[in-house]
């Protein structure tokens, strides 16, 4: 069983910085897809970014140019860089992972199979 575990969150000005990790334990294999979900007070849950198995990353339009996803596999950690945070950035925000390598639809939250228990990040005006 693999288990993921986000860090990190918090408050934060508008135009601040935050970096979240999630890190996996139990039986992991550090090149599985990986992503960052978001979901706010009534809202849906959103994709924000994802990385495959080969470090491709991809990101919503919404998070271009503001945040970055990467992986360091020698610690079972994925990383989002948060930057120029905007108060429609609030929400709880979850680490996913996949077992299989190929990820089809990196934006879709059915492709991933394993969930952390969310980390709140609050941006204030």
């Known amino acids: 069983q693999v288990e993921l575990a986000e860090s990190g969150g918090g408050m934060v000005q508008a135009g601040g910085s935050l970096r979240l990790s999630c890190t996996a334990s139990?039986?992991?294999?550090?090149?599985?897809?990986m992503g960052w979900f978001r979901q706010a007070p009534g809202k849906e849950r959103e994709f924000v970014a994802a990385?495959?198995?080969?470090?491709?990353?991809y990101s919503a339009d919404s998070v271009k140019g503001r945040f970055t996803i990467s992986r360091d596999s020698a610690k079972n950690t994925v990383y989002l860089q948060m930057n120029n945070l905007k108060p429609e950035d609030t929400a709880i925000y979850y680490c996913?992972?996949?077992?299989?390598?190929?990820?089809?639809?990196?934006?879709?939250?059915?492709?991933?199979?394993?969930w952390g228990p969310g980390t709140q990040v609050t941006v204030s005006s």
């Open positions: 990385i495959n198995s080969i470090d491709i990353a």
């Open positions: 996913a992972g996949r077992r299989q390598l190929l990820l089809s639809t990196p934006n879709t939250a059915r492709e991933f199979d394993t």
């Open positions: 139990g039986r992991t294999d550090s090149s599985v897809p």
